[in-house]
């Protein structure tokens, strides 16, 4: 059985159809592909393996492999330049680069249920080993990837490191950050959401001044455009290069179906209110599937899908990553900011507003009970800590964050003192920002004790070239004692993790609306272990930076 390329994909038609053909949907391997053959041998228009390849959540014993047949991925009827038909695809993965251990490999079909992406997932792999992975598929032989298994769970490490980044819109720069990720020697990437945005391209290509197809005019809504949009992302060769080099881990904000939407509510000046919203979401997620390094189970059933999960590292670090948007409640007071108190904003209060949901939120709580690992690492979208916009005694909260959902935030905070986390650290994209700021039980007492800490991202491009000093970025460090670093360029974070201390480098990048920026530390942020709260490393950061002068960029979502 074969879907007509728009159709959405659930998992009741996974579980109510056969095996094979469950199997052969979803591109996983778990099912031979002579199961299901395709009548005849493909010939494609060109290369199939334009969009690279990728692999994803890593555990002990296994990756996840992704790659999507597109030989002509700006093609705007959203196919890639496909056929109908399915197709086999071929994966090798090895112990080397030469391919001359190959440890593993099997054969998957790519139909265009999944526009031709398939992710099949190996097992039987050793934890903490570097590995190298292919495709071939109609004749050709894709790029070379590099990934890295989790090491086995509850494995006394030395050391882990990491890096996240999110936010990166094409027309509004060059992907250069991501090319110095990809040279980064880390042993995962995360990916906190804004991968694409649904935005409409100028004919100039924006920033770029790269000329784009006039199908990039307009808003995405529906799948092929989706799909289009991905196209234009996901082909441009720094992007290809990081998936390369690196396992993702991703998972989405909001651009990734539209902005500031919050689950069955989509944004306020919306084109897709009504019964025109789940389509777009439905659509929405699918092609984040179809292009990205996910598992089975994070396949889309309708509007939904399995987003939050847990990644183990050892004996040392627990990745929690969240999902802020499907389950929340909407924003209290619209989607931009307000002077909030509890007597002027008191939704923002209200215990029974969520942002993750009751069932999430319990997930999490239950995993830091449990956890015996030395460090929490949450993988969060939107600040955590508060920003405050006033510099007097009265505050203007931004209502997306989690400055919309006090109650929901002072009760997580307080679930892992309970739980006896004594090294929280979030990591945290959305605000095209770096931010260190200490977490607080609660933002409202003064005396309030530091529970945490957070590390905010700044973005692959959004927002431009940006800059390290403005007058805003002044008033927020004023306004916030909590906040004790900010940087307005563009770049990612790279954290080292070791069982004495969490170590933060913000990355950056002097400008991105022409290629070729080179990258430098701007600062690090260390948290000791047992001591929660952000300090500065006066041994990795340039001598004579000030830092109560870092300036805050109109903020450009």
């Known amino acids: 059985m074969l879907l007509p390329a728009t159709a959405a994909l659930s998992r009741r038609t996974l579980v109510t159809g056969s095996a094979v053909t469950a199997a052969v949907m979803l591109g996983t391997g778990s099912i031979p592909a002579d199961a299901v053959t395709p009548r005849r041998a ?99 032989v894709s790029p070379i990837g590099h990934t890295r298994t989790a090491p086995a769970y509850g494995a006394k490490l030395a050391e882990v490191t990491f890096a996240f980044a999110s936010c990166a819109k094409w027309d509004a720069g060059y992907f250069t950050a991501y090319q110095h ?56 060769p720094d992007l290809i290069a990081a998936h390369a080099a690196h ?27 009504g019964g025109l919203w789940t389509p777009r979401r439905t659509a929405g997620f699918q092609a984040y599937y179809e292009h990205l390094p996910f598992r089975a189970s994070s396949l889309p059933a309708g509007a939904d899908m399995q987003i939050y999960r847990q990644l183990r590292y050892g004996d040392l670090v627990d990745f929690n990553v969240i999902d802020t948007r499907q389950y929340r409640d909407d924003q209290a007071y619209a989607d931009g900011s307000d002077p909030a108190s509890p007597e002027l904003t008191p939704d923002i209060y209200d215990p029974s507003r969520s942002l993750m949901g009751a069932r999430q939120e319990k997930w999490l709580q239950r995993n830091w009970r449990q956890s015996r690992a030395r460090w929490q690492v949450l993988a969060n979208q939107a600040p955590m800590a508060e920003t405050d916009l006033d510099e007097t005694a009265a505050k203007t909260l931004y209502m997306d964050p989690w400055d919309g959902y006090i109650a929901n935030r002072n009760r997580l905070l307080e679930g892992a003192r309970t739980a006896g986390v004594d090294n929280l650290v979030v990591i945290t994209g959305d605000r095209h920002q770096n931010y260190a700021s200490n977490l607080l039980a609660d933002y409202d007492d003064p005396g309030s004790a530091v529970v945490g800490s957070e590390f905010v991202g700044t973005s692959v ?27 307005g360029q563009r770049g ?42 952000v300090q500065l490393d006066t041994k990795s950061t340039p001598v004579g930076t000030r830092y109560a002068d870092i300036p805050m960029p109109t903020l450009n979502r």
């Open 42 to 140: 493909t010939t494609l228009p060109g290369y199939p393996f334009t969009l690279g390849v990728a692999s994803g959540d890593p555990l002990p014993n296994s990756v996840v492999l992704w790659t999507r047949l597109a030989p002509e991925p700006l093609a705007p009827d959203g196919l890639g330049g496909m056929p109908p038909e399915p197709v086999r695809v071929r994966w090798q993965i090895a112990e080397d680069p030469g391919f001359r251990k190959v440890v593993k490999s099997g054969t998957v079909t790519a139909t265009a249920a999944l526009g031709h992406s398939v992710h099949p997932e190996v097992w039987g792999l050793r934890p903490g080993r570097d590995y190298w992975y292919r495709f071939s598929a109609a004749g050709e």
């Open 181 to 236: 990720l990809a040279e980064e020697d880390v042993d995962v990437v995360f990916h906190l959401g804004d991968y694409h945005y649904e935005y409409g391209i100028n004919a100039n290509g924006g920033d770029r001044n790269v000329p784009v197809d006039s199908a990039f005019a307009g808003e995405t809504t529906d799948l092929p455009r989706y799909r289009l949009q991905y196209g234009l992302w996901k082909s441009d």
């Open 247 to 273: 396992a993702f881990v991703v998972a989405p904000d909001d651009h990734e179906i539209e902005n500031n939407w919050a689950d069955d509510v989509p944004e306020e000046s919306s084109q897709s209110k």
């Open 461 to 487: 491009t959004s927002g431009g070239d940006g800059a390290d000093m403005t007058t805003g970025g002044e008033a927020l460090l004023r306004a916030n004692d909590h906040l004790k670093f900010f940087n």
């Open 492 to 533: 990612y974070v790279r954290v080292k993790v070791t069982p004495e201390e969490l170590s933060s480098d913000f990355r950056v990048v002097p400008y991105v609306q022409r290629p070729g920026a080179p990258i430098s530390t701007r600062a690090t942020y260390v948290v000791e272990n047992g001591r929660p709260g």
